[in-house]
């Protein structure tokens, strides 16, 4: 994480979801921009190389609860999410100089797990997931727990530690990665 955070141009996620009786609609979306630059050895071929890598992922899924009280839940649930990575590298100056080469690919994958919340207190509670898939990738999975904190009953604090791996390989584009960290939101009802 502290390696990636020198590289980190920006990060943003966004989490929502409705529930009407057992039944829950949840989606969320990530994205991260990472760049970095070096400069090249006797500069013939470039003076730098410059690096810049997008990722974004949005999920939408759906829950039934098959365990549900006063105190919690727990959701068997099913998602598709979609990928869009893309890569570009830049040669300045030397030979290379000006040549920007980049790819990218957008791919969809199915997900099946669960999804749970469970309240320790009036204030405290423990929520996680953990789904896993495949489609277009090879494998998909995402996994987070976390606990929160109720302000009020429109208001929490969350704090926890998500991973979201996927292996896709297509046509020689691969992107086999784990983005993992820790997580702090707010929740509002």
């Known amino acids: 994480f502290g390696d990636i955070l020198d590289n980190l141009d ?8 409705a529930r009407n009786g057992q039944y829950s609609f949840f989606g969320d979306i990530m994205y991260t921009k990472l760049s970095n630059g070096s400069a090249t050895p006797r500069g013939i071929i470039a003076n730098s190389v410059d690096v ?3 990722t974004f992922a949005g999920m939408f899924g759906a829950g039934y609860s098959v365990v549900s009280n006063d105190r919690g839940y727990l959701d068997i649930v099913g998602a ?5 990575v893309s890569t570009e590298i ?3 100056r030397g030979i290379l100089g000006g040549v920007d080469v980049s790819d990218s690919a957008t791919w969809i994958d199915g997900l099946a797990g669960i999804r ?5 207190t009036d204030n405290f509670y423990l ?3 953990g789904l896993v898939g495949a489609g277009q990738a090879d494998l998909d999975w995402d996994v987070a727990a976390g606990i929160g904190y109720n302000f009020n009953d429109s ?3 969350v704090a926890g530690y998500r991973a979201l791996g996927v292996d896709y390989d297509d046509d020689g584009f691969l992107f086999d990665v ?3 960290g820790p997580i702090l939101g707010l929740v509002v009802r």
């Open 52 to 54: 810049t890598s997008e």
């Open 127 to 129: 929520m996680g997931w």
């Open 116 to 120: 749970g919340r469970y309240d320790l």
């Open 178 to 180: 784990v983005q993992q």
């Open 155 to 157: 208001i929490s604090a």
């Open 10 to 17: 920006f990060a943003a996620m966004a989490i929502g979801e």
């Open 80 to 84: 598709a999410r979609v990928w869009h």
């Open 90 to 92: 830049s040669f300045s």
